[in-house]
């Protein structure tokens, strides 16, 4: 069966159980036959001979009868019944002489035959005997001759009878023992085909099932991606071609995989280099925070090495609670989310000092899943250093323009107040105008210095609880005479039932001030001004907001404002030093918080900015 | 009439200095080092000094500590005028016995408002 095909394989069993259940059926049917001729037997045999002594009985009774008759009545009429008889009794003889079946039947009916002859020839001497000697001479001669005849003959029929009634009941028997034998026999083979066909059944099916499920062992093992698998052929039937269909896709599978993997080593490999060429220090995590990359300029700056670090937990192979905290927190932010996105840290690489700035943020796939962490280690030492050469001498000249000053503007209120002497109206209008700008000077220098120690964080913060309310109470104060002046209308909106927030009294105050303040110096002249204040509370920040229906800020500049000497363009010099909002920026982010803008030209400008809840 | 030690080395700003104090009816006497200022203090005792911290030599701290050392001189108030204005340096000033801190630059009300308060 090895090289058949499967369509064979089925049809052969099928045709072998259809072959044995044939055997079977005709094995029934000789039986049936045999079982159908053993009973036509009995009725060939013993029914017609039973019969027929049963009738010579009948007949040879009636011939004894006319004897007797013959000795007292009429002739002719008994010798008509005797004659009839004899016919009659003669007929079954024969019948019987016919049908010899049983052992003996044949001396039985010789011995009949004899005794009958016998006796038919004893009646004609018994006719001549009453004829000739009278009825007493026949009587003796019937008594004495023809009786015991009579009995011998009708004795042999009885045993003719009980020879066939035996023999029938031997032929019955063997009918029994015919049926009984088919029975068994029927049943035996039925069960040897029930078995065989079962084991046949049995065998296809494995035969047939084998291939298939190692067939579907393996398909299972392609689809988790082992394309190695191979199916042994063996045979020539459809499951043997199946398998060779089979290990052809596999072999074309796994080389179209090892084409493709190698077209994905090949990207892979030049985005490797690409990431491992670039300058800035690159550190990738997953979603449990093991090390998925970590990039040659990330190595030298943490002195790791990558494969010694990939797949182990970020604070194993640096020990930074700080940025790891920001990871953590990172994972699983939204990129419109607000948060913390940067850290600047002091590593020390190969006995230097290095300055780097982490941009740490989520990897977000297409579907908005957050699938990992990563940190751009941009290394800021040299902007430090410029940074700090630039505060140097920006806290060096201001500091030294304080001397000079401090002669100009006392030397000018002298003259002013007149102490030297009188002044004219021409005169005195010159020194005011050197006052103001030494006053503008004196301010300058002041923020200058404020805005180098906030950089370079020579100014501590006095972060306590602090209400906001009563921070901004504090800032408007000195506002109140302009703003009656400039009949500006302060809205203030902030509840009273507000959270605390962290936050240094003063500074916050200061920043307050210098919102409010530049929000007055640019108010339109034309309508009037209004100003409103806010403060909102959200999940652990407050969002402050100082509104203003002034000109506004053009986008190009709503972004430069945050940066030093920066003031929008366009209008006249409103007295500002342009340091303001630098400095606003400094004290709200070293609080934690974000300081921002929304403008519209014409329309007027909105400030915001964020504090931690206390 | 009362006497003010001016101890400052920039001769511009002793220009206005001087001539708004004699004006408001004082006194006063300049020194440009802080060695003098020590020796002059002690000798003319005034009712105030306005003194500088930076100065050749001896800085305005160590002249101060000096005068606070001395029971002659321990009494008189010392202000201190000076471009430096870092807390620190004003902490350091209040610790070494100054009683008030005029951070340059000034104008002659800020001095006016010293003269009030001290003499």
């Known amino acids: 069966m090895k090289n058949r095909s499967v369509k064979f394989k089925i049809l052969s069993v099928l045709i072998l159980i259809f072959i044995l259940l044939s055997a079977n059926s005709i094995w029934s049917i000789i039986n049936f036959n045999r079982l159908s001729d053993s009973i036509e037997n009995i009725m060939q045999s013993n029914y017609r001979s039973i019969e027929a002594a049963q009738s010579m009985t009948v007949a040879i009774e009636r011939q004894d009868s006319a004897e007797l008759?013959?000795?007292?009545?009429?002739?002719?009429?008994?010798?008509?019944?005797?004659?009839?008889?004899?016919?009659?009794?003669?007929?079954?003889?024969?019948?019987?002489?016919?049908?010899?079946?049983?052992?003996?039947?044949?001396?039985?009916?010789?011995?009949?035959?004899?005794?009958?002859?016998?006796?038919v020839d004893k009646y004609s001497v018994l006719v001549e005997i009453q004829n000739s000697e009278g009825s007493n001479a026949a009587k003796e001669y019937y008594y004495n001759e023809i009786l015991p005849l009579f009995e011998e003959t009708k004795e042999e029929t009885r045993k003719l009878l009980a020879l066939n009634q035996q023999g029938m009941i031997t032929r019955k028997d063997r009918a029994h023992d015919i049926s009984t034998s088919a029975t068994f026999s029927t049943m035996l083979i039925s069960l040897l085909t029930i078995i065989i066909g079962v084991v046949l059944s049995i065998y296809l099916t494995k035969k047939i099932v084998k291939p298939i499920r190692n067939l579907i062992d393996k398909i299972k093992k392609i689809a988790e991606g082992d394309y190695k698998q191979q199916l042994d052929i063996s045979g020539n039937d459809e499951i043997a071609r199946l398998a060779k269909e089979f290990n052809t896709m596999?072999?074309?599978?796994?080389?179209?995989?090892?084409?493709?993997?190698?077209?994905?080593?090949?990207?892979?490999?030049?985005?490797?280099?690409?990431?491992?060429?670039?300058?800035?220090?690159?550190?990738?995590?997953?979603?449990?925070?093991?090390?998925?990359?970590?990039?040659?300029?990330?190595?030298?700056?943490?002195?790791?090495?990558?494969?010694?670090?990939?797949?182990?937990?970020?604070?194993?192979?640096?020990?930074?609670?700080?940025?790891?905290?920001?990871?953590?927190?990172?994972?699983?932010?939204?990129?419109?989310?607000?948060?913390?996105?940067?850290?600047?840290?002091?590593?020390?690489?190969?006995?230097?000092?290095?300055?780097?700035?982490?941009?740490?943020?989520?990897?977000?796939?297409?579907?908005?899943?957050?699938?990992?962490?990563?940190?751009?280690?941009?290394?800021?030492?040299?902007?430090?250093?410029?940074?700090?050469?630039?505060?140097?001498?920006?806290?060096?000249v201001s500091h030294e323009f304080r001397t000079p000053l401090t002669s100009i503007i006392m030397g000018v209120g002298l003259l002013l107040d007149e102490v030297p002497g009188p002044i004219n109206e021409e005169q005195k209008e010159l020194v005011e105008a050197i006052e103001e700008d030494s006053e503008r000077l004196k301010k300058l220098v002041s923020d200058l210095l404020d805005l180098s120690r906030m950089e370079s964080g020579k100014i501590k913060m006095d972060i306590e609880r602090n209400n906001i309310r009563d921070i901004l109470n504090n800032a408007v104060k000195p506002f109140k005479r302009q703003l009656e002046e400039k009949?500006?209308?302060?809205?203030?909106?902030?509840?009273?039932?507000?959270?605390?927030?962290?936050?240094?009294?003063?500074?916050?105050?200061?920043?307050?001030?210098?919102?409010?303040?530049?929000?007055?110096?640019?108010?339109?002249?034309?309508?009037?001004?209004?100003?409103?204040?806010?403060?909102?509370?959200?999940?652990?920040?407050?969002?402050?907001?100082?509104?203003?229906?002034?000109?506004?800020?053009?986008?190009?500049?709503?972004?430069?404002?945050?940066?030093?000497?920066?003031?929008?363009?366009?209008?006249?010099?409103?007295?500002?030093?342009?340091?303001?909002?630098?400095?606003?920026?400094?004290?709200?982010?070293?609080?934690?918080?974000?300081?921002?803008?929304?403008?519209?030209?014409?329309?007027?400008?909105?400030?915001?900015?964020?504090?931690?809840?206390? | 009439m009362k006497k003010i030690l001016v101890v400052e080395d920039e001769k511009n700003i002793i220009l206005s200095l001087e001539m708004f104090i004699k004006k408001k009816g004082f006194e006063v006497h300049v020194v440009k080092n802080g060695v003098d200022a020590v020796k002059l203090a002690q000798e003319i005792i005034p009712d105030l000094i306005l003194l500088d911290i930076v100065l050749p030599g001896m800085n305005g701290y160590l002249v101060c500590e000096a005068l606070k050392d001395e029971d002659e001189t321990k009494e008189i108030p010392i202000v201190f005028i000076s471009a430096k204005s870092q807390e620190e340096d004003i902490k350091k000033a209040y610790d070494c016995g100054g009683v008030d801190y005029v951070i340059k630059p000034f104008n002659h009300s800020e001095i006016q408002e010293i003269l009030n308060k001290y003499l």
């Open chain 1, 69 to 119: 008759a013959q000795m007292f009545s009429d002739k002719d009429t008994t010798s008509n019944s005797f004659r009839e008889n004899e016919v009659e009794f003669l007929r079954n003889l024969s019948r019987a002489e016919d049908n010899i079946t049983e052992e003996g039947e044949e001396e039985i009916l010789k011995r009949i035959n004899s005794l009958y002859i016998d006796y």
């Open chain 1, 250 to 396: 596999t072999q074309k599978l796994r080389s179209y995989e090892l084409l493709n993997i190698k077209k994905l080593m090949e990207e892979k490999q030049k985005a490797d280099a690409i990431v491992e060429s670039i300058s800035d220090g690159i550190i990738v995590t997953n979603d449990e925070h093991k090390l998925l990359l970590v990039n040659r300029a990330a190595e030298k700056a943490f002195n790791i090495r990558e494969r010694e670090a990939l797949n182990k937990h970020f604070l194993e192979v640096i020990n930074r609670e700080d940025i790891f905290k920001i990871i953590e927190k990172t994972k699983d932010k939204k990129p419109t989310d607000e948060y913390k996105k940067y850290l600047d840290i002091s590593l020390s690489v190969e006995d230097k000092t290095e300055h780097y700035r982490l941009n740490i943020r989520p990897i977000t796939t297409k579907e908005g899943e957050n699938i990992g962490v990563v940190t751009l280690m941009q290394n800021i030492t040299k902007l430090k250093e410029v940074d700090q050469i630039k505060s140097d001498f920006v806290s060096t």
């Open chain 1, 487 to 614: 009949d500006v209308d302060l809205e203030i909106k902030i509840r009273d039932n507000l959270s605390n927030v962290k936050a240094d009294f003063n500074k916050i105050s200061w920043v307050f001030t210098n919102l409010i303040g530049n929000a007055l110096r640019y108010l339109p002249d034309e309508k009037e001004g209004k100003i409103i204040i806010d403060a909102k509370e959200t999940a652990n920040k407050m969002l402050v907001s100082v509104a203003d229906n002034g000109k506004g800020i053009s986008e190009e500049y709503q972004q430069k404002i945050f940066e030093k000497f920066i003031q929008a363009k366009d209008n006249d010099n409103k007295g500002g030093t342009g340091l303001g909002l630098a400095i606003s920026k400094e004290i709200i982010n070293a609080h934690g918080g974000e300081i921002w803008v929304n403008s519209k030209i014409g329309e007027g400008s909105t400030f915001y900015f964020t504090l931690n809840l206390g």
